[in-house]
């Protein structure tokens, strides 16, 4: 697994200084929910080789995962930007690992006077955005045999890993599925010999393959990210 954070890895060499003094490295445990709804908004994460997600909660119980944040993310920005009330979200641990942790208000600060982090992030922003909404457009649009794949291979980016260490439980409730439904689709992938899962482990055999039964959203959220966020 990487241990670096991207968005950190880019920021200007003297606002980097400034802020390690500030940063906190923390381990997290799968599942460790970090942000309940209805809580304000005080800290921002920066995933090292941990998978964050974002999950909103229907009021029959039902919960999908609405954005996933890893190594080339930051969770928490709206509070930088200055929206430090309440969401109705949760981010919860999805792979444990370690992050580096900010006091949002601490952050604020260097965004407010470099304009160099003010444009790296606001163009992370706008990556975010995209993610989101391929999310929705995907979850409206396409088959679960098109979405798994597209799900495990953004989980697989992001912690730089073919080891998934998710439960079918686990990622039913990210796709906002049943559990059977997920089982019949990790079963056909495996048949092709694509991953293998195996006790709460998936383990991607076929990336090029695993990408051509994806549906286009992960090659088009791929692409966003590079273009704004100048990946090599």
Same mark, same amino acid.
């Given at each position: ?6 968005? !950190?890895?880019?920021?200007? &060499?003297? *606002? $980097? ?17 970090? $942000? ?19 999950? !909103? ?25 200055? +929206? ?17 942790? +900010? ?8 965004? =407010?006077? $470099? ?24 979850? #409206?649009? $396409? ?6 794949? @597209?799900?495990?291979? =953004? ?16 990622? #039913?409730?990210?796709?906002? *599925? ?30 090029? &393959?695993?990408?051509?039964? &994806? ?7 791929? #692409?966003?990210?590079? @273009? !704004?966020? @100048?990946?090599?």
């Amino acid at each position: 697994m990487t241990a670096e954070n991207q968005i !950190l890895a880019a920021l200007p &060499a003297d *606002v $980097h200084d400034r802020l390690t003094p500030h940063l906190d490295q923390v381990t997290l445990s799968q599942g460790t929910i970090i $942000h309940h709804p209805g809580e304000p908004l005080t800290q921002v994460y920066f995933p090292l080789n941990c998978l964050l997600s974002i999950t !909103l909660a229907m009021q029959d119980g039902m919960t999908a995962e609405v954005g996933m944040v890893g190594s080339r993310e930051v969770l928490g920005l709206n509070a930088v930007m200055g +929206i430090r009330e309440s969401t109705q979200t949760t981010y919860i641990a999805q792979v444990g690992g370690d992050a580096m942790k +900010i006091e949002a208000q601490i952050l604020r600060q260097e965004f =407010e006077r $470099h304009a160099e982090l003010y444009e790296l992030l606001l163009r992370y922003t706008q990556a975010f955005l995209a993610q989101v909404s391929q999310t929705a457009a995907c979850n #409206a649009l $396409h088959t679960l045999d098109q979405r798994l794949p @597209r799900w495990l291979l =953004e989980t697989q980016t992001r912690i730089q890993s073919n080891y998934l260490p998710l439960t079918q439980e686990f990622i #039913a409730e990210m796709l906002g *599925v049943r559990r059977s439904g997920v089982t019949q689709a990790a079963q056909r992938l495996q048949e092709r010999k694509l991953i293998q899962y195996r006790r709460g482990k998936v383990q991607i055999f076929n990336q090029t &393959a695993l990408e051509a039964s &994806a549906c286009e959203c992960f090659k088009a959220t791929q #692409a966003e990210y590079a @273009r !704004l966020l @100048r990946e090599s």
